[in-house]
């Protein structure tokens, strides 16, 4: 754990930095803005079979959303969770230290039936467990599945629970390697991304490999006024 390593008051100081960065960036550009304090599996959020046992993910995730929470996030973002156990951890950490305040959101299979987690778990399964995520959603999946996956989210949970979506300009082979779609063309993501508000969603931005500039081409595409 990060604090049998000696590393928890580092990381408490760099969490709580990271935040003020945050803060003075929004501050800056003279817009109303959210900061979200990110949470990413403990291993690798394609390798569900690297995830660790429950305990170590309740006690990881706890102590990582104490100082979100302590250092002054709006909203804790847990996000690219691929293995039920592990994102049920999180969300049940972020629920006792941030009631209302966070979301969650899940990398899901490309192949198969939409829905589903990578450890095979389907999404269905879990939303009964989510207590009060202010939102559920999808994320590191390729943008051009993605509208699919939405509308099965869109589905399964209730009217009051919005959904987010940022898909990746690609997709990672079986192989390892990672294969490019004509998503990392900032226009098409952002045509892309305009089906996934068809589907339902309506936190919307931009996964592995876009840029400033695929932002903006989907604030183009989606926003007719600031």
């Known amino acids: 754990s990060l604090a049998k390593a000696g590393l928890g008051d580092r990381a408490e100081q760099l969490t709580k930095k ?10 800056e550009s003279g817009k109303q803005s959210l900061v979200l304090g990110g949470v990413a599996p403990l291993e690798d959020c394609y390798r569900p079979d690297l995830t660790p046992d429950a305990e170590t993910c309740q006690r990881e995730h706890g ?29 049940h950490a972020a629920q006792a ?13 490309s192949e198969g ?18 207590g009060d995520a202010q939102v559920i959603g999808i ?3 390729s943008a051009t599945i993605l509208a699919e996956q939405v509308s099965h989210v869109r589905s399964v949970l209730p009217d009051e629970i919005a959904i987010a979506a940022y898909g990746n300009v690609g997709y990672a082979n079986q192989d390892g390697s990672w294969v490019i779609t004509d998503a990392v063309e900032p226009a098409q993501f952002a045509r892309y991304s305009k089906q996934w508000h068809e589907a339902g969603a309506s936190w919307i931005g931009g996964c ?17 006024a600031d």
């Open 139 to 141: 994320n590191c999946v």
């Open 97 to 109: 230290l941030a009631p209302g305040r966070w979301g969650v959101c899940f990398c899901l299979a």
């Open 63 to 91: 102590q990582m959303i104490q100082y979100l929470v302590d250092g002054g996030v709006d909203l804790v973002w847990i996000e690219t969770m691929c293995s039920a156990h592990e994102a049920l951890a999180a969300a």
């Open 18 to 27: 990271a935040v003020s960065i945050a803060r003075a960036a929004c501050a």
């Open 113 to 130: 039936e939409p829905g589903r987690l990578l450890d095979g778990t389907s999404l269905g399964e879990l939303t009964p467990m989510l």
């Open 208 to 224: 592995c490999g876009t840029t400033p500039a695929t932002i903006r081409a989907i604030k183009a595409e989606l926003c007719t």
